[in-house]
């Protein structure tokens, strides 16, 4: 975790960058929940001075992820199976709505984009390339949200879906899951292009409850494992 990520984690402050690849690390259960995040060690770890190391840690704690204890330290909360769940459900009725504005409103070229970007999802469905697909479908996802011309809805849905997709991962993780997982955005993108709302809707959420599903199931298997091994 070395320059490369740095250049990576997006724009900003080089606290923001450091608060983008802390948070990945937690929603990606590099660090688990508990875990005490050290300045000082993180300071080592990245080769740069503890001022925005303490700023990202401080905008992890306005986000839920961690918890500053007086004396102690900053602790990883990270998000719980109930918190996953609670948002899969609010982003089940989100898209459903947007979808359906985006229908009323979205261009032709904006219509161009989604299947362009649906067939790089199939593409990378194909080779099995699950880090390429949960990026691309990301993509699918806001390309909709675009689609509604809301200035709302997009900052809405683009704030929960980052947590939504990276914790999905687990969904996608699964065996055989990229194929199905394509077949789910051909619909959407088939019900988009009929220009019919309530097919729309029914396909988006059917695919949300998919994935819901998925990441119940991984997380009652790490349970299941967590248990046998006290």
Known sequence: MKRDLLENAGHGSLGHKIFCILRDKILNEDYEAGQKLNEVALSKELNISRTPI????????????????????????GFSPRDIDDMLEIRLVLEGLSIQLAIDRI???????????????????????????TEINIEFHEAIYRGTHSQYFEQLLSDINYYIHVTSRHSIRQPDRLLPAAQEHKEILEAIEKRDKELAKEKIQKHIRKTQLLVKNYYAQKEKIQAEKV
């Open 54 to 77: 303490r700023e990202a840690l401080k905008q992890l704690e306005l986000e839920g992820l961690v918890k500053s204890i007086p004396n102690k330290g900053v602790y990883v909360l």
């Open 107 to 133: 261009s032709e070229a904006e219509l161009e984009k989604i299947k362009e970007i649906y067939d790089l999802l199939e593409f990378y469905a194909k080779k099995n390339d699950q880090e390429k697909f």
